[in-house]
């Protein structure tokens, strides 16, 4: 594929074989892959990065909560390490 960007960055593909050149307006640039890559990246939204620590961290909860019913209706210990790992997982969320 040939990408192209218009005036707004917007990227544009069309076939190497030439049978969609008369698709691609005059005001198009064409752009190497590495510079196509480099507005997908710019493009991407800021993740703030506590919202990535709260989502990795209730994650990790959500994903180990079953042990805690587990315990609450059978009785049946958690490991240490799941408890510490927990512990930290609710003190890193803001």
Not at 21 to 41: G, S, Y
Not at 75 to 87: C, E, M, S, Y
């Amino acid at each position: 594929m040939k990408t192209y960007k218009d005036l707004n960055n917007n990227l544009w593909a069309y076939e190497l074989d030439g049978s969609q050149d008369d698709l691609i307006p005059v005001e198009f640039i064409l752009i190497t892959d590495e510079e196509a890559e480099a507005i997908r990246i710019s493009q991407l939204p800021i993740i703030n990065p506590q919202e990535a620590i709260n989502a990795e961290a209730r994650a990790y909860l959500a994903s180990t909560d079953w042990l805690v019913v587990r315990m609450a209706e059978n009785g049946k210990p958690i490991a240490i390490d799941v408890l510490t790992k927990r512990a930290e997982a609710r003190l890193a969320i803001v």
